[in-house]
């Protein structure tokens, strides 16, 4: 599945974004308003250049005892910033989510200009029936005609249960 594919991606709103030079204050007080836990800073190209996050802001301007109306976003914002594309497996981004710890992932389009933001939980929002259906056409891919993969993934469902029931009822 593609990023493009999720029903989430159509509907996001207009990233939340600002240039480097902005004021820290400013951009916390536009991230407020707009209840956003994130901006992501863009040059004039409308290119990611970093992200400034709310974790960013507690550790490199609260707890360095910087001030927010003095200091620019530039000097807190993160600058390892990973992007995709829309037409990236959705999966995989996942995945890289996942295990390096990273919450919110810019779309960009061909040019690097900034299309989106998606955010774990709108990865994370897969829907059992959706899971499902992949399992399937693994199993399907890699099982021999006459074996049946729903019959495989019911039996397994109803053996998780089984377990399930049966430890609940010793307790």
Not at 13 to 41: H, R, W, Y
Not at 114 to 138: C, I, K, N, R
Request: net charge negative; with cysteine.
């Amino acid at each position: 599945m593609k990023i493009s594919d999720r029903k989430e991606f159509a509907n996001k709103p207009q990233p939340l974004t600002c240039s480097p030079e902005t004021v820290v204050f400013d951009a916390v007080k536009e991230m407020a308003e707009k209840n956003f836990g994130s901006i992501i800073v863009v040059n004039e190209d409308e290119n990611v250049v970093g992200m400034m996050t709310e974790r960013d802001i507690f550790r490199r301007l609260i707890a360095e005892e910087l001030e927010p109306k003095k200091t620019t976003v530039d000097q807190i914002m993160t600058t390892s910033v990973k992007t995709a594309k829309a037409n990236d497996e959705l999966l995989d981004w996942l995945r890289m989510m996942s295990n390096e710890r990273f919450r919110r992932l810019p779309i960009v389009d061909d040019n690097g200009k900034l299309v989106a933001v998606m955010s774990q939980g709108d990865f994370v929002s897969y829907t059992w029936p959706d899971l499902f259906e992949h399992a399937q056409e693994l199993a399907r891919a890699s099982l021999p005609e006459r074996v049946n993969p729903t019959f495989i993934l019911v039996s397994m469902f109803i053996y998780t249960a089984a377990i399930v029931f049966a430890v609940a009822s010793l307790t």
